[in-house]
């Protein structure tokens, strides 16, 4: 049974609550990747996967339609 109140919603295949949307986005071998994804206001870097250091506007940022990594970042985002 889901709690009223905290703001998790199911389904979607992804964690969603009133702090953003959770989504892993993964460059392999030094590919850019699209992750599609509604950005209504922001995105911030979460948790580094990669040995790759990602930083924002080099190797990974984002626009309305989702989240971009490249040259082997590979992260989880939250998006705002």
Request: charged share 45%.
């Amino acid at each position: 049974a889901e709690e009223r109140g905290r703001g998790r919603w199911p389904g979607r295949g992804r964690d969603r609550d009133r702090d953003g949307e959770r989504l892993v986005c993964e460059s392999y071998e030094n590919k850019e990747k699209q992750c599609r994804i509604r950005v209504r206001h922001d995105v911030r870097l979460v948790k580094q996967k990669s040995v790759t250091p990602c930083t924002e506007d080099r190797n990974w940022g984002w626009d309305r339609r989702g989240v971009w990594v490249s040259d082997g970042c590979r992260a989880e985002f939250r998006v705002y």
